[in-house]
């Protein structure tokens, strides 16, 4: 038998093939946070007081962390869900693939349409709104092991909430609800400043928060860490953050994580 790692990464093959034959899911996964950077970035298209920055290039670094979220996060919460409620991973499961190299597969495949939805945010909001791409090394390392923890993370919270809801059926409305919430709370559409003290304080427990300040970091420059709580980006706790959810998203997923539906036993 080849070894998990090979196995994972021909499960990783076999699930970007399935992605990208959906060609409906494919555009509107990729469609769906370019549309938002699009309005929130032509609406709101002055510059921002005291930061030496355009609202554009707020919000594309904020997109990138919503779009890292819902390529892993619901997408892995949603799919899941509905594979255990058609049985497949039942019948996953009684072949000699190793457990390990499903989620192998799936890491993949997040992996991938990860970079690809940054990607197009970055051509979007360089061609269309003049945003400037970090110049140096050190930027580009930053942005690396933030998409990279916070990728990981998501993806494994993604998994294990994959076991909360009762069937495929409601799997959306499960995973999309918090998300959304999330999402309104963590800095993507609203300045930070402006968000109550308690909803920071709900929104800095989850790695969406710390993925937008990291970001913030990565492509605004320094005058703009006046938009931040604490007057700067963080990184050390953004580091500690989403490393404590790839190690806390793990346990999750083997504490809870269910190759059958409760109904089937």
């Given at each position: 038998?080849?070894?998990?790692?090979?196995?994972?990464?021909?499960?990783?093959?076999?699930?970007?093939?399935?992605?990208?034959?959906l060609r409906e899911q494919v555009v509107f996964t990729f469609a769906f946070p370019i549309v938002f950077l699009f309005l929130f970035a032509t609406i709101f298209s002055d510059d921002v007081k005291g930061a030496d920055i355009t609202a554009s290039q707020l919000y594309v670094a904020a997109m990138i962390a919503a779009g890292i979220?819902?390529?892993?996060?619901?997408?892995?919460?949603?799919?899941?869900?509905?594979?255990?409620?058609?049985?497949?991973?039942?019948?996953?499961?009684?072949?000699?693939?190793?457990?390990?190299?499903?989620?192998?597969?799936?890491?993949?495949?997040?992996?991938?349409?990860?970079?690809?939805?940054?990607?197009?945010?970055?051509?979007?909001?360089?061609?269309?709104?003049?945003?400037?791409?970090?110049?140096?090394?050190?930027?580009?390392?930053?942005?690396?092991?933030?998409?990279?923890?916070?990728?990981?993370?998501?993806?494994?919270?993604?998994?294990?909430?994959?076991?909360?809801?009762?069937?495929?059926?409601?799997?959306?409305?499960?995973?999309?609800?918090?998300?959304?919430?999330?999402?309104?709370?963590?800095?993507?559409?609203?300045?930070?400043?402006?968000?109550?003290?308690?909803?920071?304080?709900?929104?800095?427990?989850?790695?969406?928060?710390?993925?937008?300040?990291?970001?913030?970091?990565?492509?605004?420059?320094?005058?703009?860490?006046?938009?931040?709580?604490?007057?700067?980006?963080?990184?050390?706790?953004?580091?500690?953050?989403?490393?404590?959810?790839?190690?806390?998203?793990?346990?999750?997923?083997?504490?809870?994580?269910?190759?059958?539906?409760?109904?089937?036993?």
């Amino acid at each position: 038998m080849p070894g998990t790692w090979s196995l994972g990464l021909h499960q990783g093959a076999l699930e970007l093939r399935q992605f990208f034959r959906l060609r409906e899911q494919v555009v509107f996964t990729f469609a769906f946070p370019i549309v938002f950077l699009f309005l929130f970035a032509t609406i709101f298209s002055d510059d921002v007081k005291g930061a030496d920055i355009t609202a554009s290039q707020l919000y594309v670094a904020a997109m990138i962390a919503a779009g890292i979220m819902s390529t892993s996060f619901q997408s892995l919460g949603i799919s899941i869900a509905i594979e255990r409620d058609e049985k497949v991973l039942r019948r996953l499961r009684g072949t000699p693939m190793p457990p390990a190299a499903y989620f192998l597969g799936k890491i993949w495949l997040v992996l991938v349409t990860g970079l690809l939805e940054t990607l197009a945010l970055l051509l979007v909001g360089v061609t269309l709104f003049d945003v400037d791409l970090p110049t140096s090394a050190g930027k580009w390392l930053t942005f690396g092991w933030i998409f990279v923890l916070g990728l990981t993370g998501c993806a494994l919270l993604g998994i294990a909430i994959s076991s909360v809801p009762k069937s495929g059926r409601s799997a959306t409305s499960v995973v999309v609800l918090p998300f959304l919430v999330l999402q309104f709370i963590s800095g993507v559409y609203i300045a930070v400043d402006t968000i109550p003290d308690w909803m920071r304080h709900v929104s800095a427990l989850f790695p969406l928060k710390w993925m937008c300040q990291g970001f913030r970091g990565v492509f605004l420059p320094e005058s703009a860490n006046v938009l931040e709580i604490t007057g700067s980006w963080e990184y050390g706790r953004i580091a500690l953050v989403l490393g404590a959810w790839c190690v806390g998203g793990l346990a999750l997923c083997l504490l809870t994580f269910r190759w059958k539906n409760r109904r089937d036993g």
